[in-house]
Structures are given as C-alpha cells and as structure tokens.
T-cell receptor, first 115, second 114 residues
Framework: DVKVTQSSRYLVKRTGEKVFLECVQD?????MFWYRQDPGLGLRLIYF???????EKGDIPEGYSVSREKKERFSLILESASTNQTSMYLC??????????????FGPGTRLLVL | SQQGEEDPQALSIQEGENATMNCSYK?????LQWYRQNSGRGLVHLILIRSNEREKHSGRLRVTLDTSKKSSSLLITASRAADTASYFCATDSPLQGGSEKLVFGKGTKLTVNP
C-alpha cells in the first residue's frame, strides 16, 4: 500500500514565523502535491511537483514556496505565516510523470493554526 | 476553471439504506474520480471512471458517468455507520504548461445513523 506521511498532525505558529510542512511518500511516485482545505472552499491546489527539483504553481501559490530535493520528499514553506493561512494542509502523491490527474494518495493532513 | 459540484451538500440516512450522491462538472474530462474523507483525515481514493465508461462497480459502490449531461453519481448500497464521511468527486483540468491537475468539488457530507 502507498503510504504518504506528513510531519505533524497539528501545528500552532505565530504570525511572521517561517513554517515548514514536510511530506514523504514511499512508493517512488513521480508527482507530489500540496493542497489546503477550508470549509466551504473545498480543496485548492497550492503547488505540485512532477520531478525532483521541479515545481509548478497551482491555484493559490501566493505566500507559499516548495522544495523537492529528493523524489520521496516534498516540503511546503510558509515564508512568513499569516492568520489567513490557518487551514488544513494535505499532501498527495501519484505515479506517472505525465499524468498527474490519475489516482492521488493522500497523507493524513496537518492542521495549522496561525495566531 | 471547471469544477465538480456535488449534490446534495449533506445527506443523512439510516443504516442499511442506499446513499446516492451526484456530481456535475462543466467541461470535457479524461476521467472522474470519487474520494472519501473521514473527519479530520486525508482523502482516500474510492474509484476512477474513464470518459469512455458508463458504469463501474467496486464492492458496495456503484459509479455512473453520463458525459452528455456532464454528471456522475456515486451509489453506496446497504450503508453502514462506518460509511459516515465526506465524499468528493474530482475531475481533471488543464494547467498552464500542458500538464493537468485534479479539481475537487466541495463534497457531500454523508451521515449514516445506526
């Protein structure tokens, strides 16, 4: 079974802090994704990566950056956390270099609260 | 951008009953997927149906796809309390640069009462 893990289930940070959210998958998947999920807005894609050191902006990349130094690890960085980044963050992965729209496997999520 | 929209937003049924959720989308697709999310957890893939398929089964799940109406339905038969979750449809959508992404609807919250 595919396993996608996220570094924290719950995180509390202060406004202005730099925040790192880590995601690791163990199935040698090419594609990795970061979403945020907010009530009434559903899942929105922040960034995704289809290869090591490659990244592509999603729908809401502002205020975020990502890093993919190794195939299995995809990090989401909030350079200066703000209260409007309080949300549930979900990481996902899928196989296939050219078909990111195929089945995605999700981690358990990180609930981030920015005070 | 195109988006799957689930209907109803919330559904409450008794154990043993069938649950039907619908998804409508706006533009042509390669495939449509359904996912389940238990409260406070990540999403779990349930089933994928391709644009050239009309119906697909997986255990107690039955998915239909009508590309002429741009709609899909998910039927859960003989529901159980453990089916209580939110259910999302997801369709593919082009991104800039030629790659594609999944676009998720806002979900149907299903409650199965014991």
């Amino acid at each position: 079974d595919v396993k996608v893990t996220q570094s924290s289930r719950y995180l509390v940070k202060r406004t202005g802090e730099k925040v790192f959210l880590e995601c690791v998958q163990d199935m040698d998947h090419e594609n990795m994704f970061w979403y945020r999920q907010d009530p009434g807005l559903g899942l929105r894609l922040i960034y995704f990566s289809y290869d090591v050191k490659m990244k592509e902006k999603g729908d809401i990349p502002e205020g975020y950056s990502v890093s993919r130094e190794k195939k299995e690890r995809f990090s989401l960085i909030l350079e200066s956390a703000s209260t409007n980044q309080t949300s549930m963050y979900l990481c996902a992965s899928s196989r296939g270099l050219t078909r990111p729209q195929e089945t995605q496997y999700f981690g358990p999520g990180t609930r981030l609260l920015v005070l | 951008s195109q988006q799957g929209e689930e209907d109803p937003q919330a559904l409450s049924i008794q154990e043993g009953e069938n649950a039907t959720m619908n998804c409508s989308y706006k533009t042509s697709i390669n495939n449509l997927q359904w996912y389940r999310q238990n409260s406070g957890r990540g999403l779990v893939h349930l089933i994928l149906i391709r644009s050239n398929e009309r119906e697909k089964h997986s255990g107690r799940l039955r998915v239909t796809l009508d590309t002429s109406k741009k709609s899909s339905s998910l039927l859960i038969t003989a529901s159980r309390a453990a089916d209580t979750a939110s259910y999302f449809c997801a369709t593919d959508s082009p991104l800039q640069g030629g790659s594609e992404k999944l676009v998720f609807g806002k979900g149907t919250k299903l409650t199965v009462n014991p």
